[in-house]
Structures are given as C-alpha cells and as structure tokens.
C-alpha cells in the first residue's frame, strides 16, 4: 500500500477572490464552467465546482474523482473530502466533484461529471495525472450519476464548446458503493423524482435504469454494498454485475451481510471498512 506526501488544495483553474452570491463555491473552489452552467433550469444560485487533493509525485499517477450522494436533492459531506483524502493517502490523486442537485434536472448531473473528467484529462500534466487512469467514484445516488456516465458517456452533453470538451469523458473505471441503478422494482423512488422533476416518464426512467444500457464498452467496475441496505436495495448492486458480467466487463463485487445505507468510509465497522483497501488493491492492479 503505497503512503505518499500530498499538496493539499490544488492551484485553481479559476481562482475566486470571494464567494460567488447564491452559491456554495469556497473560494479555492475550481468552477467547471465560467458564469452560468449550460442547460441549467435554475435562475440564479448554485454552479457546480471541483476540489482536489494531489498527491505530491514527480511521476504521474490514476485518480478518483467522488461523487458524493445524497439522493440527487444534496451532497453527503462524509462521503466526499474524507473520501477523497483516503484514496489520496493511498496514492491516487483524489477529487470532488460538487454536482447540480434538485431543483436541477437531468442531464445537468451528468453534464457534470462529465465536465469533471474532462478538466482533470486537460490539466493531466500539471496535475500529475495519468490521463488514461481516471476512475470515477460514487455514493448511493452518486453511484448512479458515476454509473451513467459509465453507460452514456457518448450521449452526455458536454456544453460550451472550448479547449476543455475536446477531451474524452469516458471513465476509465467505475468504482460504485451501494448505487442506485434501477428504476424497476428495486428503484430508490426519491433519487428518481429528484432527477427527473416534471421529465419524469417511462421513457426517461428508461434510460436512467443502467443496468439496461451496459455494453462491452462499459468501464470496469468495482460494486460493493450491503445485504441488508434499507435505503437502496441491494439488488441494484446485483443486477448492475449482473450486466457487466454478461458483457465481458471486468468487475469485482463485494457483498458486506449486514450495514445501514450511507456508511461512506465505514469507520466504525472494520469490516466494512475494508472496501477502501480493495477498491485501491482493484485499482493498482489496473495501473492507477
């Protein structure tokens, strides 16, 4: 297990001298577009921004960028920095990614993940990133917005047109802690609602259940959950694996038999707590 030096907040793309009114961005945050997001349905309020943690390296290395959950209405802060930091400790250049929420609707999400990954492959060499190693990391509903842009990276919509967006959006892995996958029987109702607002219909929640959109393109992934998981099924995990292993994508699952939803790092269940260890082992295995 590689122990490593970090930088701390890296040097902003966009640095803010004050907090933007109606927003959330600090002000080392890294803005993923300059004024209004595209495509956003709100007014006025809260743009959607990075924050990473580099590890001190002369040589480049993968990285992981956190989605936290929250069921596409807030973001869960114990399932981002932390989280972060510990892939960070462990030698992978860590990221957060601060998505739109409710009342902000798909694709706008998904336009941001995909912006997210896009940035961090245009500063790959500033950074110290391998470009080619770029794993995206998610929560519950954050699982789900990672795993969609695992399956729909071709159809995300990328926005403004610059330097940035010429870059691939595709993940290189998927690493996905109990997620919300389906809009069938095993659905998370609320993550949906949140999502979708007045876009809701059959159709949408079609492209929105990922299990059915899994092909032999879909990044490998690593899935771990709980049997017992009350918030989310475990279910979705399964059928989420079950998919990738139909395709041929290389996947490892792991299956904790008891543990409330939202654990994040899990520090007060060692067991549990294990699945960082593993997603870093699943990850050095792959080159990151």
Known sequence: MRNLLWTGICSPWLLLSAPLEGTEMPVDAIPLWKGKPPQSRVKEGFRPWLECYLVQTEEQRGAVLVCPGGGYGGRADHEARPVAEAFRSRGCHGFVL???????????????AARAVQIIRHRAKEWKVNKDKIAVLGFSAGGHLAASLGVHYERAPV???????????????????????????????????????EQD????????????????????????????????????????????????????????????????????????ASWVDLAAQWLYGMGW
């Open 201 to 272: 219909s059959e159709a949408m929640r079609e492209v929105l259940s990922l299990e059915k959109h899994v092909t032999d393109k879909t990044p490998p992934t690593f899935l771990w959950h709980t049997s017992d998981d009350q918030g989310v099924p475990v279910q979705n995990s399964l059928l989420f694996a079950e998919s990738l292993f139909s395709s041929s994508v290389p996947s490892e699952l792991h299956i904790y038999p008891t543990g409330r939803h939202g654990l994040g790092l899990a520090p007060e269940d060692p067991h549990i």
């Open 98 to 112: 601060h998505y739109r929420v409710s009342p902000h609707r798909h694709p706008e999400p998904l336009m941001d």
């Open 159 to 197: 926005g403004k047109k610059d330097a940035i967006n010429k870059e691939s959006c595709r993940p290189d892995a998927l690493v996905l802690c109990y997620p919300v996958i389906t809009s069938g029987k095993y659905r998370h109702e609320g993550s949906l609602k949140n999502l979708l607002g």
